[in-house]
């Protein structure tokens, strides 16, 4: 039997689907109001300020790119954001033409604490919406991002989120398999990453401890966790990529979550035990800007030749009553202007 062919949909339909959907969208998630997050910044102050937050150090046209937005307009709003004392500036070492942008003290308190609104707002819309609903809508935000950007979409082509059932057995079995292959641990690592992983199940505080599994064409590919070891202290564990999904910056994004959790849960520290052969995991710690502070050697899992190392990395947070007094100060000037 002949297949009948369904109609190509018309220009003017595909026209009025888009602005359908951005119609939707943007009523949706608030950015019609005037002010972002009730605060005093509109949507693209709040996006520069995003991108001056997770970046290291900028200049001006790294950011205008990255937006796409006018070198005059920008211009503007960081003359704004130098006069609210939000941002600094300085001239970059061998070319005084070239300036670096960071942002201040009071403007990553402006940032963490917008950065906390969003994550709220962001978290009660999917809180209706049950995980495969949730897994079928990330997945058609990147679908919308490949088709739109093919090439933006080929450098990262996975999607971050937080654990579910059936994770942990995942988790311990790849490491299992992935370091005996590797490395030649024997089957007492694995025992060791099972314990971990029970015991962030079951002694888990969402608040201030978390677990993120990377997928990609709906498979897991990577993992880390953020548990607590005091109130101050933070611990990195289980890093893992696979080696399907290597060189997609995948390890780098994750410790990366690690971190801007840590910052947003208001830890002092971010720790982590690792060996010093999983040079990929060490070098993505070194970007970051976790520094080794101890060796030692040890045998362990069926080796007798391994180095194990600590890294740390201040997170740098004032402490929860000074940020607090710190944030609400700076949203209060931002709301009046000043």
């Not at 709003?77 to 006069?83: N, V």
């Not at 609104?117 to 990330?138: F, Y």
């Not at 029970?198 to 978390?210: C, G, T």
Request: charged share 30%; with cysteine; net charge positive.
């Amino acid at each position: 039997m002949a297949r009948i062919r369904e109609p190509a949909a018309s220009p003017e339909s595909g026209i009025e689907g888009v602005r359908h959907f951005n119609r939707f969208y943007t009523r949706r998630i608030g950015v019609l109001q005037a002010r972002l997050l009730q605060s005093s910044l509109s949507l693209t102050e709040a996006r520069v300020l995003y991108e001056l937050a997770h970046r290291e150090e900028p200049t001006a046209t790294e950011v205008r790119r990255e937006l796409g937005l006018d070198a005059g307009y920008l211009s503007r709003i960081l003359r704004h954001f130098e006069k609210s004392g939000w941002v600094a500036r300085r001239p970059a070492s061998g070319d005084a033409r070239r300036h670096l942008l960071s942002l201040s003290r009071p403007g990553r308190a402006l940032f963490e604490a917008l950065n906390a609104r969003s994550d709220g707002e962001i978290r009660r819309m999917l809180d209706g919406i049950p995980p495969r609903g949730q897994e079928r809508l990330l997945r058609a935000m990147q679908a919308i991002e490949a088709v739109l950007e093919p090439k933006r979409a080929s450098v990262a082509p996975y999607l971050i989120r937080t654990h579910r059932p059936g994770d942990m057995g995942w988790v311990v079995y790849r490491h299992g398999v992935l370091y005996s292959e590797e490395y030649g641990y024997d089957e007492r690592f694995e025992a060791l990453v099972a314990e971990i992983a029970a015991a962030f199940v079951q002694h888990l505080d969402p608040a201030r401890e978390r677990c993120w599994i990377a997928e990609r064409d709906g498979e897991r590919v990577g993992s880390v966790f953020l548990v607590a070891k005091s109130r101050q202290v933070a611990k990195l564990r289980l890093l893992l990529v696979e080696p399907s999904a290597r060189g997609l910056g995948i390890g780098r994004r994750l410790v990366e979550e690690c971190v801007r959790f840590a910052r947003q849960s208001r830890y002092r520290k971010l720790v982590l035990w690792t060996q010093s052969e999983l040079k990929a995991a060490r070098r993505v710690y070194e970007q970051v800007g976790f520094r080794r502070t101890d060796s030692e050697h040890h045998a362990s899992w069926g080796r007798d030749d391994l180095v194990s190392e600590t890294w740390e990395l201040e997170v740098q947070a004032p402490r929860p009553e000074a940020a607090e007094r710190l944030a609400q100060k700076t949203i209060t000037a931002a709301g009046t202007g000043t």
